[in-house]
């Protein structure tokens, strides 16, 4: 099986190395910290053969260049943001494929927080690596999208199997969880989910990754299409509504 290696970096990220023991080679999902990537996949000892970027911004394509001028390693980045991103070997689209060994990583196009933002899904391993794009309890900003692209992108994320595990690349959740239950105070799901959270940063450990179906039941931003959501939010229509949640977490 595959082996996901998590571990945190610079003030809130979590870096990522993708492990294939069959073959050997190991991924790494995004590169926030060159040298944090390197020690992590020493002491693991494992050789970086890849780098899969998901967006342009250097807590996330920063480390592409010292990576790889020790490794060689192969760089992959979406093509709508590939020219502000070091090093790349090959662009993506929606639909293409990427290969890590015999494993099979699906690009969806998750643009809104940048243009190009792309998320990597490993359907045979039921993973994904969504980067920005959403969060646990959360979605990205809106740097470069429009509300339109943005909710379009996350209704992609929407349509994987539920039990599909969402490798975020921060740990915002807390304060997601805060902004959550101010904008659908009467979801229960999400209170218990909340109180979790809670849990969790008392015992100082990570909330991601998450699981698809919870975020479904419970992710204000993937839910704009809820009726409850949109009459609070959005008065029927789920591109408003996402716009109006998103503006609101913006200064919440």
Same mark, same amino acid.
């Given at each position: 099986? &595959? *082996?996901?290696?998590?571990?945190?970096?610079?003030?809130?990220?979590?870096?990522? &190395?993708?492990?294939?023991?069959?073959? !050997?080679?190991?991924?790494?999902?995004?590169?926030?910290?060159?040298?944090?990537?390197?020690?992590?996949?020493?002491?693991?000892?494992?050789?970086?053969?890849?780098?899969?970027?998901?967006?342009?911004?250097?807590?996330?394509?920063?480390?592409?260049?010292?990576?790889?001028?020790?490794?060689?390693?192969?760089?992959?980045?979406?093509?709508?943001?590939?020219?502000?991103?070091? !090093?790349?070997?090959?662009? +993506?689209?929606?639909?293409?494929?990427?290969?890590? !060994?015999?494993?099979?990583?699906?690009?969806? #196009? +998750?643009?809104?927080?940048? &243009?190009?933002?792309?998320? /990597?899904?490993?359907?045979?391993?039921?993973?994904?690596?969504?980067?920005?794009?959403?969060?646990?309890?959360?979605? !990205?900003?809106?740097?470069?999208?429009?509300?339109?692209?943005?909710?379009?992108?996350?209704?992609?994320?929407?349509?994987?199997?539920?039990?599909?595990?969402? /490798?975020?690349?921060?740990?915002?959740?807390?304060?997601?969880?805060?902004? =959550?239950?101010?904008?659908?105070?009467?979801? =229960? *799901? &999400?209170?218990?989910?909340?109180?979790?959270?809670?849990? =969790?940063?008392?015992?100082? @450990?990570?909330?991601?990754?998450?699981?698809?179906?919870?975020? @479904? @039941?419970?992710?204000?931003?993937?839910?704009?299409? #809820?009726?409850?959501?949109?009459?609070?939010?959005?008065?029927?229509?789920?591109?408003?509504?996402?716009? =109006?949640?998103?503006?609101?977490?913006?200064?919440?």
């Amino acid at each position: 099986m &595959l *082996e996901v290696h998590q571990f945190p970096c610079l003030s809130d990220n979590y870096g990522y &190395l993708l492990h294939d023991p069959v073959s !050997g080679e190991t991924a790494c999902i995004d590169t926030p910290d060159a040298d944090e990537y390197l020690r992590q996949a020493g002491h693991k000892g494992w050789q970086i053969t890849q780098i899969w970027n998901t967006h342009w911004h250097p807590d996330h394509a920063g480390g592409n260049g010292a990576i790889k001028g020790v490794t060689g390693c192969k760089v992959t980045a979406p093509t709508g943001d590939a020219g502000k991103i070091a !090093g790349v070997d090959r662009t +993506v689209d929606q639909g293409d494929v990427v290969m890590l !060994g015999d494993w099979q990583a699906r690009v969806i #196009d +998750v643009g809104g927080h940048t &243009l190009g933002h792309c998320a /990597y899904h490993l359907p045979e391993a039921r993973i994904a690596f969504v980067g920005d794009s959403v969060f646990a309890l959360g979605c !990205g900003r809106m740097f470069e999208g429009q509300p339109a692209q943005f909710w379009a992108s996350l209704q992609r994320i929407k349509a994987l199997p539920g039990d599909t595990m969402l /490798y975020c690349a921060h740990e915002y959740t807390a304060a997601n969880a805060r902004f =959550a239950v101010h904008a659908d105070p009467d979801n =229960a *799901e &999400l209170a218990a989910y909340a109180a979790d959270v809670d849990r =969790a940063g008392a015992a100082g @450990l990570p909330t991601v990754p998450t699981k698809l179906g919870r975020e @479904l @039941l419970t992710n204000p931003f993937l839910r704009a299409d #809820d009726p409850a959501l949109q009459a609070r939010w959005g008065g029927g229509d789920a591109v408003a509504t996402f716009a =109006a949640l998103r503006e609101a977490k913006n200064s919440f």
